[in-house]
C-alpha cells in the first residue's frame, strides 16, 4: 500500500495562489483541538506546512481509514477549490 501523505498545495490549477493566505492553518484547525493552556494543537493527521514557499496542507493516508468523511470532505475541498494536489484519490 502506497502511504505516501496526501498534499493540498497553496495554488490553483491555473497557477493562482489560493487565499485566503491562512487558507492551510484554518482547513487544518478544523481539525484541531485547543490544549489546556489555549493552543492549537493539529491533527496528526491533518497538518498545516510550507513547500517550497507555498503554504500546503498535508493529509496522513491513515485519516482514509481513520475518518473516511474527512478525507473525503479534503479530497472534495481540494478538487471544488481547483487546487493542485499530489497523491489524491
Known amino acids: ?18 487565499r485566503p493566505s491562512d487558507w492551510a492553518d484554518r482547513l487544518a484547525g478544523a481539525f484541531a483541538a485547543i490544549d489546556p493552556n489555549n493552543r492549537t494543537r493539529y491533527s496528526p493527521y491533518v497538518q498545516p506546512t ?25 479530497q472534495d475541498f481540494a478538487r471544488s477549490n481547483e487546487l493542485q494536489t499530489t497523491n489524491a484519490d
Open 1 to 18: 500500500m502506497d502511504d505516501a501523505p496526501f498534499i493540498i498545495r497553496g495554488l490553483t490549477t491555473k497557477g493562482g495562489r489560493f
Open 50 to 74: 510550507t513547500l517550497e514557499g507555498i503554504r500546503c496542507v498535508v493529509v496522513d493516508r491513515a485519516l482514509k481509514n481513520q475518518d473516511p468523511n474527512a478525507w473525503r470532505f479534503l
